[in-house]
């Protein structure tokens, strides 16, 4: 629950947010570490870091709060367009946030969690 209110808290939702998310994304919290697996290469930004491991998994981290992004089965084209948006850094809480809506929502390819 506490990685959800961060996340509520980081993309400026309200109170009400805490509850209807973690209804919805309840099976989709996790504690895996970023260093629980091996490396294959990193992108760090000044805000994100990237981690990327083998078989088209990856952790997008949000440094200022430590919550994280697992995201596993990625396509090389969503790989990349993801380094992109850790590389240029223009707006980086609102990507983040969008990132975790897209891939917990849309895609269904990750999960949440919080160093």
Do not use: N
Request: charged share 30%; hydrophobic share 40%.
């Amino acid at each position: 629950m506490e990685v959800i209110k961060e996340f509520v808290k980081l993309s400026g939702g309200k109170d009400d947010d805490v509850s209807i998310l973690l209804a919805s994304w309840e099976d989709k919290i996790t504690d895996i570490k970023p260093t629980d697996t091996g490396l294959v290469d990193k992108v760090e930004g000044r805000v994100l870091s990237l981690y990327v491991y083998r078989g088209g998994m990856c952790i997008l981290l949000h440094k200022p709060t430590g919550l994280y992004l697992l995201l596993y089965a990625l396509t090389s084209l969503e790989l990349s367009t993801i380094m992109y948006v850790v590389e240029r850094e223009i707006r980086p809480d609102q990507d983040f946030v969008s990132l975790v809506y897209e891939y917990l929502d849309l895609k269904d390819k990750g999960r949440l969690g919080k160093l």
